[in-house]
């Protein structure tokens, strides 16, 4: 049978295994009423490479291949910590690829390297108050003044984004050729002109910070334009996949801890004198979860495969079939994660509605992932285009 992971998988599975459950999951309660998590939480990941495992060694990371960030964001689910795992990715799978891709050597050394070792944290920076889903309608402008460029606009949803260091930001450098006219910038937010506006309050992965970001004239040097000028939705597009794909990957991984968490629960709690599981309209319900579940995976798992033989192996860009599938995935994960828990939480009965059950911020969390990276009717907007409905 095929089998992508090694012993050498299996090793870092259990080194992050023992980070989330032994290092982060005790804090639970106390970083989701924070709203925070610290930022030890990044130094501490870096060190024991799950931020860079995945990237080249001459970037900083560990020249592995992406199944090993596929074990991390399985494994990291067990933190049950759905804000950390997010914050945790934003830095490993989320702003940092496309500096790997395109960053110039200066730039590797400056931002990518200390991000990946947890000594700067970093956000992405897409999304605005007038423009999510429809990227090419963002406003933030990089205007060109000498040497620099002069940014202003507005950036939010931004995880990370009240302690970052440096934003990986998508902005306009040529307004009037929307989606031809954005470009990357690597922005340090200790610059003049930079500012989080505010912290927003979430109803779930409440332990990740999430912010507005506001630019007034922000003077940023050419050499932190990331890649060619007014190529930026192209990268962004490439960038998209590898958040899509590690969000799918995390939401399997975390759905089949709840199906886990449920079940026992289960067994315990009686009802018309017998154990609720033992009640046959469950039972199938479960059955018919965990197929759709195992099939999530596998599906997931063909995405992984050929993201890795494209990225790592022929180190091509991804192609539209990968770009496709992903999409699909993104789709099929998210609603069915969503299933998951809805179900878990009727299981639960009137304790799935107390915040002292773990269901019910599971149910509260995994709704970000059929929204955040892309939501899935923008998903299918952009598949049926690809499919040339
Ligand atoms: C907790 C959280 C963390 C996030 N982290 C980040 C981050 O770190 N960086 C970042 O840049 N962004 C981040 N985001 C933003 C996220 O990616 C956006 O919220 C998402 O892309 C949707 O954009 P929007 O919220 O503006 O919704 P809108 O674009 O306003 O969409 C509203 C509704 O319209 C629907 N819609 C839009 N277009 C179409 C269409 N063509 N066809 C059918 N329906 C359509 C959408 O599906 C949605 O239901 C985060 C969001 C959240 C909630």
């Known amino acids: 049978m095929w089998q992508p992971f090694t012993e050498e998988h299996t090793q870092f599975r259990k ?57 991390k964001a399985e494994e990291l689910v067990w933190s049950r910590l759905a804000g950390v795992n997010m914050g945790i990715l934003v830095q490993s799978d989320m702003a940092t690829p496309v500096i790997s ?27 605005e108050p007038a423009a999510g889903s429809d990227v090419a309608g963002i406003r933030t402008v990089a205007k060109k003044d000498g040497d620099d460029y002069l940014i202003s606009g507005s950036k939010t949803f931004i995880t990370n984004g009240t302690r970052a260091d440096f934003v990986t930001m998508l902005v306009k450098t040529a307004p009037e050729r929307g989606a031809h006219g954005c470009s990357f910038f690597l922005v340090p937010t200790n610059l003049k002109g930079f500012s989080v506006a505010k912290k927003l309050k979430k109803i779930g992965n409440k332990s990740s910070d999430t912010a507005e970001l506001f630019l007034d004239e922000v003077r940023v040097p050419r050499r932190y334009l990331l890649g060619e000028e007014n190529m930026g939705f192209m990268y962004l597009m490439q960038n998209f996949q590898t958040e899509r794909l590690i969000a799918a990957v995390g939401g399997v991984a975390g759905s089949f801890v709840t199906l886990e968490h449920t079940i026992n629960y289960g067994r315990e709690r009686v009802a018309f004198g017998k154990p609720i599981i033992k009640r ?32 790592y192996v022929k180190k091509t860009p991804l192609s539209m079939e990968t770009v496709k599938l992903i999409s699909m995935a993104k789709i099929l994960v998210g609603e069915l994660v969503s299933e998951v828990a809805d179900e878990c939480l009727q299981f639960h009965g009137g304790w799935g509605y107390i915040e002292d059950f773990p269901i019910a911020r599971i149910w509260r969390d995994q709704r970000l992932l059929r929204i955040g990276g892309g939501t899935t009717e923008t998903m299918r907007y952009y598949l049926a285009k690809l499919m040339g409905f």
């Open 280 to 311: 046959e309209v469950w039972q199938h319900k479960f059955v018919d979860l965990y197929t759709k579940l195992e099939a999530a995976k596998a599906f997931t798992y063909k995405c992984v495969d050929q993201y890795n033989e494209e990225r």
């Open 101 to 127: 891709d395109i960053g110039t050597k200066e730039q590797i050394e400056e931002f990518l390297k200390p991000a990946l070792a947890g000594d700067k944290i970093v956000s992405l920076g897409v999304s």
């Open 15 to 71: 080194t992050v295994r023992q980070f989330a459950e032994k290092e982060l999951a005790p804090h639970a309660e106390e970083w989701e009423a924070d709203e925070m998590f610290p930022n030890w939480v990044f130094k501490r990941a870096g060190e024991l490479g799950i931020l860079g495992a995945h990237f080249p060694e001459e970037h900083g990371g560990q020249g592995l291949d992406y199944w090993f960030s596929v074990a």
